[in-house]
């Protein structure tokens, strides 16, 4: 059971956060009057936050040292982002669960076989399960109903879609570990196709979000958007024999990305950037991208891509 409550504290630790920002960003983008989607949304934010509270109240000495320092758990801009969030959207944010996590030690997984800590864990994957179901049915009937011209937001379409395809890879992960009790091995070019379509389309939200004066942001976030769209292509088309090279040229590639976001998101939270992009938004993609620069630097082709 070691293996089933470790990558059960990592991944809540990356995508119940995750969640609770997705609710957000949901919640910040209806209009006042559109009373039941907000309420909504942020009746799953506040249930995502209690997960990852709980998680955080798990985690200490469980989670590995590679995930809480990959900054795919929190960044140096992530309780700045949170502060600012807070204060132009008047949204209810928890400070203190980023404070936690920076204080979280990482462990050899001694204690993970405890009766106890595994019941918890159950639990806690059961409660998750439970919301993700109840999330992903909100984003359909959200896309359903702007697809419909009945609903508008200040989101994408693509968004929506985006967020969607997010909570059913959670869900799909936790789900796993229940039936299973661990990870099978998976297929590193499902991850790099699943991956550089998220990292292609937050190019294309960073290009949407800027400001129309930030000419060069705008050309860079274009021609990021158009090398995992190559990556994108080129993984398509490759077999197991010839995929080292390309994750080899994924990893270059996300490398430069990262550096990319973390700058905006400097920039941003520093007030230096002109933008319609959310703090938390510019913390979130860049988590984002470490998260997936650890599955490429460890996994390499050796399993979990969590």
Not at 72 to 98: D, H, S
Not at 205 to 215: A, S, V
Not at 248 to 262: G, M, P, S
Request: aromatic share 8%; net charge negative.
């Amino acid at each position: 059971m070691k293996e089933y409550v470790i990558i059960s504290m990592e991944t809540h630790l990356f995508f119940a956060r995750i969640m609770r920002e997705h609710a957000l960003f949901l919640l910040a983008a209806f209009p006042a009057g559109e009373v039941e989607y907000r309420k909504q949304a942020d009746w799953f934010r506040e249930q995502f936050e209690k997960v990852l509270g709980h998680t955080v109240g798990l985690a200490n000495g469980i989670a590995g040292k590679d995930v809480l320092g990959s900054g795919e758990v929190f960044t140096e801009f992530t309780e700045m982002a949170e502060q600012q969030t807070r204060r132009l959207t008047r949204i209810p944010i928890n400070i203190r669960i980023t404070q936690a996590e920076q204080r979280l030690r990482a462990g050899d997984g001694t204690g993970c076989q405890n009766r106890r800590m595994v019941q918890q864990v159950r639990l806690l994957n059961q409660r998750a399960l439970y919301l993700l179901d109840g999330l992903i049915a909100c984003k359909e009937k959200i896309l359903q109903e702007i697809g419909a011209c009945h609903l508008y937001t200040a989101n994408y379409p693509l968004l929506i879609e985006h967020i969607l395809r997010e909570a059913k890879l959670y869900r799909q992960i936790i789900t796993e570990l229940e039936e299973k009790g661990c990870m099978p091995p998976k297929d590193l070019k499902e991850a790099e196709l699943f991956w550089n379509q998220i990292m292609m389309e937050h190019a294309m939200f960073i290009r949407g979000l800027l400001d129309p004066t930030e000419c060069e942001l705008m050309k860079t976030a274009d021609d990021f958007a158009g090398d995992y769209c190559r990556l994108l292509e080129e993984a398509r088309k490759q077999d197991c024999r010839t995929l080292d090279v390309l994750t080899r040229k994924t990893l270059e590639t996300t490398e430069q990305y990262r550096d990319f976001k973390a700058a905006g998101t400097e920039g941003i939270t520093g007030c230096g950037i002109r933008s319609i992009i959310l703090p938390l938004l510019a913390d979130h993609v860049l988590r984002e991208a470490n998260h997936y620069l650890r599955i490429l630097k460890t996994e390499g082709g050796s399993g979990e891509w969590t």
